[in-house]
Every structure is written in structure tokens, then in C-alpha cells.
């Protein structure tokens, strides 16, 4: 029996087995063999002048975004309006057969933009393009899911349910679970809060199935069996995730409305240009960008060029953006902003810089 028959056997008795308290025991061991499965199922294959799964696109510019979705969703049309970057676009599926890349510049910012081939179910176990989609869509910064309107959440569950198998983890985040390897000495466990998803039982049977026997296990918050097997695993990525429905000039106005409500959710149509400028604007915040403008002692600020960086960054990051050997030799920074309590203010190099903030480096 081959990997694949055997998910499928696990997935079925999974959906056959009733949900309760005698059955949780059985129902971990068969996530953990499911989880166990899927990893091999990952794992690039090693036959002689293969070559790696992906598409060979080099990262560039600020952050890169992966753009996914069903066949005839208007992914295509998308980048060919936000980026100077023509992908063909057509009324028929599979149109984009490779990965196309565009930069959407915006704010300062160079956003690389990757149009993925269309994503069909099974793509997990390698139909379509889909191992390659996927393995790209590993390196993003953010994934961009790009969802048809008038056929409602059918596609975002089955996209989810696609990328969740292959452990992308989307708008959530890492599992607070300590977890070490040992030589020796059985499986130590211990939790700061009350445990109310899983127990010490369920924690061996579940590291003794991946063939682990001593183990340090520390649950920092309520997880369940499933947050304990990603962190085991130690393979998962977790990415923040916007789910854009097109096609809202097909819909009623009811219908835009709810969809819009949706956490994580904006609503655009690509063929009208309605709403672009604000999926611009959602991106630019879930990257957490910041403009930081630099300044020349007895000059002004240029305004013209600014540094982009995450939100949180420090006068020492500002540095190592500007030159490696730069936080070596400074001295002090004058800030100017909402950053500083007065402008200019005198910082050293942890102040926490915000957008739009002048900073001049003043060196030893």
C-alpha cells in the first residue's frame, strides 16, 4: 500500500470515528500517523539528477507575496494591473502554466508579486502544479488567496483544507508548546495552565509514535493534539493570509456586504478596477511596513528615498539596512517623529523607530 492509499485510509476511519472522550486516544494516534505520512509525502524526492520541487524564481525587493488560487479566478488580470507585468490572461482554466512574477511598487516599496499556476484539489499529493505552488508559496512573506465571489466559501475551504495538509498554517500563530529532545531519562511533561484538549496519556502516545522516548514537553497555553503534532513535526510555516473575492460586479450587493464583514477578507473586481486601492492599502499593513527617512547633519531630510522596514525595527536595524559595519560605529541617533518624546530626540540603538520617522546616525 502506497502513501497515499494509506492517507486516505486514515482520513476516512478519522471521518467515521465519532468525536468524544473514549475516542480521543485513538484519534491522536491517527493525526500523528496522518501528520507522519504527509511529511514523507513533502519530502523532495532523491532520485538520481532530479531536480527540486519550486519554480527557480529569485526573492526580490521588500517582500514577497503568493498569489493563489482556483484555475479562472482572475489572478492574471490582477497582476497585469497592479504590476507593469503582463500575465496572460483568458476566459478558459490553466491559462498561466508557469510562475510569473511581478513587483508592485507602492509607498516606496518594491512588493514581489508571484502569479502562481491555478491550484485544483488534490494539489497536495502532486495533481496539477500543484507541489511546486505549494513549495513556493512556502517562501512568502503572504499569501494573496484569490477567490471567485459568486461561488462563495466553497473555494476558500477547499484552498485551506490544501495548504493546511501540506503545513502552511494560515493567520495563526506558532503553537506556544516547548518541546527538546533528550538522551535520556523518559518523557519529562509538565504544563503552566489547566490542559483541557489533551493529557500526559495522550502526549506519550503521540511522541511514541514518532518513535520518540525521552522528550522534555512544556504546554505554555491550552493546545490541542494537533498544535503538539505541528510543533513535533517542526516543518510547519505560518503565514498571514488575505483572502480577495473577485468578481463582485456578478454579486448582490447583500452578498459583497457579507463577504466584506469577513475577518481577513476584502472584496475587488479586477475587469472594473473597484477596490484595488484599498487591497494596496491591506497589503501594505499586513506586511508591516514602515517608511524611515534618513538625514545628513546641517541638511534636510530626503524625502525622496526612504528605508522600508517591519514594524518594531530599532535604531540598530536602521543601521544594518543602510551599511553592515554602520551600528559598529555609531554613537548616538537623533530622531525626529512620533517615535521621539521631543524632535529631535537623542536615542541609542534600541529606540524603536515608527513610520515616517527622520533619523540622523551621529558615529564615534
Given amino acids: 500500500m502506497g ?13 467515521r470515528t465519532q468525536k468524544n472522550k473514549a475516542t480521543e486516544y485513538h484519534l491522536g494516534l491517527l493525526k500523528a500517523k496522518l501528520a507522519k505520512y504527509r511529511s514523507q509525502l513533502l519530502e523532495p524526492s532523491k532520485k538520481a539528477g532530479e531536480k527540486g520541487e519550486g519554480f527557480d524564481v529569485l526573492k526580490s525587493g521588500d517582500a514577497r507575496v503568493a498569489l493563489i488560487g482556483f484555475p479562472s479566478v482572475g489572478k492574471s488580470t490582477l497582476l497585469s494591473t497592479l504590476t507593469k507585468t503582463q500575465s496572460e490572461a483568458a476566459s478558459y482554466e490553466f491559462t498561466t502554466l508557469t510562475c510569473i512574477p511581478g513587483v508592485i511598487e507602492y509607498k516606496g516599496a518594491n512588493i514581489q508579486l508571484l502569479d502562481l499556476p491555478g491550484i485544483i484539489e488534490g494539489a497536495s499529493q ?3 502544479r500543484g507541489k511546486q505552488v ?5 517562501t512568502a512573506d503572504l499569501v494573496l488567496m484569490m477567490l471567485d ?4 466559501d466553497v473555494q476558500k475551504t477547499l484552498l485551506q483544507k490544501e495548504l493546511e495538509s501540506v503545513g502552511i498554517r494560515l493567520n495563526t500563530k506558532k503553537p506556544n508548546i516547548y518541546f527538546k529532545h533528550k538522551k535520556g531519562g523518559g518523557i519529562a511533561f509538565n504544563a503552566v495552565c489547566p490542559l483541557t484538549k489533551v493529557d500526559e496519556k495522550l502526549v ?7 518513535k520518540i522516548f525521552n522528550a522534555e514537553v512544556l504546554f505554555r497555553e491550552d493546545c ?3 498544535d503538539l503534532i505541528d510543533v513535533i513535526s517542526d516543518n510547519r510555516i505560518y503565514l498571514s493570509c488575505l483572502y480577495v473575492y473577485n468578481k463582485i460586479d456578478q454579486i448582490s450587493l447583500e452578498e459583497v456586504n457579507r463577504i466584506a464583514r469577513q475577518p481577513h477578507s476584502l472584496v475587488v473586481s479586477c475587469n472594473m478596477k473597484l477596490n484595488l486601492d484599498y487591497l494596496l492599502e491591506t497589503l501594505w499593513e499586513y506586511l508591516s511596513f514602515i517608511r524611515v527617512y534618513t538625514k545628513k547633519p546641517g541638511q534636510p531630510p530626503d524625502f525622496n528615498d526612504c528605508l522600508i522596514l517591519r514594524r518594531g525595527v530599532s535604531v540598530e536595524h536602521v543601521c544594518h539596512s543602510i551599511h ?3 551600528a559598529q560605529v555609531l554613537k548616538y541617533a537623533l530622531v525626529w517623529g512620533t517615535s521621539a518624546k521631543f524632535n529631535p530626540q537623542r536615542v541609542g540603538s534600541h529606540h524603536i523607530v515608527h513610520d515616517e520617522d527622520v533619523i540622523q546616525i551621529v558615529k564615534k
Fill in 3 to 15: 502513501i497515499l492509499e494509506k492517507i486516505s485510509e486514515i482520513e476516512k476511519e478519522i471521518a
Fill in 126 to 128: 502532486g495533481k496539477g
Fill in 134 to 138: 505549494i513549495a513556493v508559496a512556502r
Fill in 149 to 152: 465571489a459568486t461561488k462563495g
Fill in 204 to 210: 506519550q502516545l503521540i511522541l511514541h509514535e514518532y
Fill in 224 to 226: 490541542s493534539a494537533d
Fill in 324 to 326: 553592515r559595519t554602520l
